[in-house]
């Protein structure tokens, strides 16, 4: 797992009831060489100063010489809230600290979101957003990776780890998989966590793919950003895996991704996953239009086609955000000022637009280079745009060579190993097509 360096440790007390928590507690600690002993137990006693503690702790006002910053974030280990109906914690949170939010105590408490649909057709059709209905599974909250483009990367106080993943299995995922006939390729990223970050030690994706392999058509994506991959080679089903990596040029990294390392390690971790029979992928996404972002990308996507031979390449330009949004993010001095400037001037056309803050105009401009830059390299392999809006995909299809109402992406649900789509007579379509028939 990373060489995090987390500020402090805490492991909420029921955790410790649990023998196979407290195995894989001890595992991750031992990696992290953390003594036990240095681990504070949360009770409901000491919760309130628990969370004071929680709310000072980050950011760091200092960073020892050699450390990167974000890994530096502390982490709570806890157990998922697997019941019917999730325990009230009102009255603990008014005794907390005034102001704490309730997110706080659902994070410590293991109440996260167990399962997703994602992108169902009617809330795509409704946000103008081209993608796949998936099912996402997920077992913490937060990322020790720090990216500036992502709330919890920027933000998060602390890191939650849920350690009952075997009940997980059994509760959530056998079921959900026995649920969705439709959904051969499951999803395992929530709550903006990059969980092969933790592994091997963490053992989710062992108990993940060997729940995968009890059921004859079903398959996982790992989506990262990450270089954490030798250990992929000791899992026995590791053919229930699919790579998808979301990748960045390396200004990218190095300005906006601090805690990734640099962008041709993704690179070179697909190499070694393709070397190990995974298929992979990728997707830039976010694309920021940083300074030079012509050449950047250029040798990047250079870089990749002469190391690996991926599936498919995605495209998303940083969206999802305002002007403001972004000006709060980044410094605006990193970015193209003809980019800039372009958002700058469609303020007002963007406005409650998901694919904001850059205009169509530019969005494409971009898009256009890129492809181009793919297909100097690689003529065959599969092109697309991720939660793009249909205009876009319209005016870009031919370039792409793809259909949009029925395209292979890095991530989909259907999207099986062997660039196929496991399409089935109820669900034949992309969300760019009104209905799911």
Same mark, same amino acid.
């Given at each position: 797992?990373?060489?995090?360096? @987390?500020?402090? %440790? ?63 974030? @502390? =982490?709570? /280990? ?10 009230? =914690? ?13 997110? %706080?105590?659902?994070?410590? *408490? ?8 994602l992108h169902p057709h009617v809330i ?8 796949? @209905?998936?099912?996402? *599974? ?16 920027r933000e998060g106080k602390f890191i ?6 075997? !009940?997980?299995?059994?509760? %959530? ?21 990059? =969980? ?11 108990? /993940? ?7 004859? !058509? ?63 992928? *990728? ?53 193209? @000022? ?6 700058? !001037? ?43 809006t249909r205009e876009m995909w319209d ?31 109820? *669900? ?10």
């Amino acid at each position: 797992m990373y060489p995090l360096t @987390p500020l402090r %440790v805490y492991v909420l007390d029921r955790v410790l009831d649990d023998p196979a928590c407290v195995v894989r507690l001890r595992r991750i600690l031992q990696a992290l060489g953390i003594p036990q002993g240095q681990v504070t137990c949360i009770t409901e006693a000491n919760l309130p100063d628990v969370v004071q503690e929680l709310h000072t702790l980050w950011p760091p006002a200092v960073v020892p010489e050699g450390q990167v910053r974000t890994f530096m974030r @502390p =982490l709570v /280990f806890t157990t998922m809230d697997l019941e019917y109906r999730w325990r009230d =914690l009102q009255p603990l949170l008014d005794r907390c600290p005034p102001g704490t939010p309730a997110s %706080v105590l659902e994070n410590i *408490f293991g109440q996260f979101t167990t399962a997703i649909d994602l992108h169902p057709h009617v809330i795509d059709q409704r946000n103008n957003s081209v993608c796949w @209905p998936t099912i996402n *599974f997920g077992t913490m909250t937060g990322c020790p990776h720090g990216c500036l483009y992502c709330g919890d990367g920027r933000e998060g106080k602390f890191i939650s780890i849920a350690l009952n993943l075997e !009940d997980y299995m059994e509760k %959530v995922v056998k079921p959900t998989i026995e649920l969705y006939p439709w959904n051969k390729v499951f999803r395992m990223i929530l709550n903006g966590a990059d =969980l092969i970050a933790f592994e091997p030690e963490y053992g989710l994706f062992d108990l /993940f793919t060997r729940t995968l392999a009890q059921y004859e !058509d079903r398959w996982g994506h790992f989506h990262t950003t990450s270089w954490n991959v030798d250990w992929l080679a000791e899992l026995e089903h590791r053919d229930r895996l699919i790579g998808v990596w979301t990748t960045n040029c390396e200004a990218g990294a190095r300005d906006f991704e601090p805690g990734t390392g640099h962008a041709i390690d993704r690179i070179e971790a697909a190499r070694k996953c393709q070397a190990m029979g995974i298929p992979v992928r *990728f997707k830039f996404k976010p694309i920021i239009p940083m300074r030079n972002w012509r050449e950047e990308y250029a040798t990047i996507i250079a870089q990749m086609l002469q190391r690996t031979q991926p599936e498919s390449i995605g495209f998303c330009l940083y969206i999802w955000n305002s002007l403001e949004s972004m000006t709060q993010s980044f410094n605006l001095d990193l970015l193209d @000022p003809d980019c800039l400037q372009a958002a700058r !001037d469609a303020v007002g056309e963007m406005q409650d637009q998901r694919q904001s803050p850059f205009p169509h105009r530019v969005r494409k401009e971009i898009y256009q280079h890129l492809i181009r830059e793919v297909r100097r390299w690689d003529h065959e392999v599969l092109l697309y745009l991720s939660t793009e809006t249909r205009e876009m995909w319209d005016e870009l299809k031919d370039e792409l060579g793809q259909d949009p109402r029925c395209y292979i992406c890095g991530c989909s649900s259907v999207a099986v190993p062997g660039r196929r789509l496991a399409l089935s007579p109820a *669900f034949r379509y992309s969300t760019y097509h009104p209905s799911p028939i």
